[in-house]
T-cell receptor
């Protein structure tokens, strides 16, 4: 069965420090992986996606993620947090094999302090 | 948000009433998704359509929920009768493919008293 686990429900960082949001997935097949961001009272917006091309994926607003098949991970990083990065982040797995599974993680709330 | 219009933005109703949520996507996107978001359960996929045809409705919680897409530019999610536990934010999203970016609407915040 396919699943996605966001290891931290809440992450707090100071402005200017690195951000790490962790995501692990479980899939018997090659997945497509996405990170979305949701600002308060807004819909979700795509940050980046992995679809079996380069394992290091660059997204918007300075975010990037690395697909590590051996660790079944797709962690989201940013070298230097900005106050505007405070939001909720979702890791998403899509697997198309014997039926399509579209699975959202529970989300990680990122807080950024000045 | 500009590609997907959802209405109403807020809905407050009483238990037992029928609720209809609406989604108007821009053209050119063959896939339409309905999601529900709550603090307890997070974001849940309820149903999705491809070319106006429902493909997977396994996320629809009960028979009280139904969704239709009569044409490429309009979809509804209906709850009848509504219950307090249906209180949530309901999102509509569109995509050109199951594996491409989804564009989310602003959501409808439903409160059932």
């Amino acid at each position: 069965a396919q699943s996605v686990t966001q290891l931290d429900s809440h992450v707090s960082v100071s402005e200017g420090t690195p951000v790490l949001l962790r995501c692990n997935y479980s899939s018997s097949y090659s997945p497509s992986l996405f990170w979305y961001v949701q600002h308060p009272n807004k819909g979700l917006q795509l940050l980046l996606k992995y679809t079996s091309a380069a394992t290091l994926v660059k997204g918007i607003n300075g975010f990037e993620a690395e697909f590590k098949k051996s660790e079944t991970s797709f962690h989201l990083t940013k070298p230097s947090a900005h106050m505007s990065d405070a939001a909720e982040y979702f890791c998403v797995v899509i697997v198309n094999q014997a039926g399509t599974a579209l699975i959202f993680g529970k989300g990680t709330t990122l807080s950024v302090s000045s | 948000d500009a590609g997907v219009i959802q209405s109403p933005r807020h809905e407050v109703t009483e238990m037992g009433q029928e609720v209809t949520l609406r989604c108007k996507p821009i053209s050119g996107h063959d896939y339409l998704f309905w999601y529900r978001q709550t603090m307890m359960r997070g974001l849940e996929l309820l149903i999705y359509f491809n070319n106006n045809v429902p493909i997977d409705d396994s996320g629809m919680p009960e028979d009280r929920f139904s969704a239709k897409m009569p044409n490429a530019s309009f979809s509804t999610l209906k709850i009848q009768p509504s219950e307090p536990r249906d209180s949530a934010v309901y999102f509509c999203a569109i995509s050109t493919s199951l594996y491409n970016e989804q564009f989310f609407g602003p959501g409808t915040r439903l409160t059932v008293l």
